[in-house]
């Protein structure tokens, strides 16, 4: 039997610290830097309050908001974005790095996490930015969150062989977790989960009715994911700790749509 190290145990523990029974509900919010102080963020303090009551295992921001985080997330997991671009700079798929691993656990971070647009011109920096946060973060016993989307010229965010390969790159730079789009449905999905050991987040995309995110949690989940790290569907909505809560239902009991959307307090 192989003895862990203490920088083993200590991802395992961070790692645990982001999820119920191997589950996890994420909720994003570094939107700030890319949108601004939008519906939600402004007041970012009551949003990670009413999330985490609601159900998320664990919340995502920039580093410089990490002192508006620790007071308000009743326990949950905290993880550290560290790359960024907003949408009036230039173009927003290039994202540039905005932080370090040592930089998130100074700030309290149990995971930090990069962004990358796999089939788009900015592929081969943010792949050699997503090796070098492994390689330091493995230093530091903390998880790695790889967000690969199927992002790119004639490429379809919504393939699963495409959505497959994102997420095998995250593994293949080591990652502890992966994220990417949804493919539609649970039946191609699987294809997605399948080609990676790691576990799999869905992101949330646009906002939807309560229906629809609920649904599109429910197919995730029957296709083999973890997970979902849903940002504007959640921090977005008029009762964010509602939302919270049915997604939960979804991802932590293993609801239906209807029960879920019960357990949010919301009407079929």
Sequence with gaps: MTRQTPTDAGRAARLDRLSTDGNILMVPMDHGITMGAVQGLADIESTIDA???????????????????HPNKNDAG???????????????????????????VQAGADAVSLHLNVGNQYEPRQIEQLANVTKEAREYGMPVLAMTYARGEGVDSTDPEALGHAV??????????????????????????????????????SKGTNRQTVEMVRGAMDGGAAGVSMGRSIFQHERPEAIASAVSAVVHHDAGVDAALEAGGFEG
Excluded: C, M, W
């Design 51 to 69: 999330v985490t009551r609601g159900g998320a295992d664990a919340v995502l921001t920039q580093k410089g908001i990490a002192p508006r985080v």
């Design 168 to 205: 095998r790159l995250g593994e293949e730079l080591g990652a502890d977790l992966v994220k990417t789009g949804y493919s539609g449905d649970a039946e191609s999905f699987e294809r997605v989960v399948e080609s990676t050991s790691l576990p799999v987040l869905i992101a949330g995309g």
């Design 78 to 104: 905290y993880v550290i974005h560290l790359n960024a671009s907003t949408t009036i700079g230039p173009d927003e798929d290039d994202k540039r790095l905005s932080g370090t691993v040592k930089e998130a």
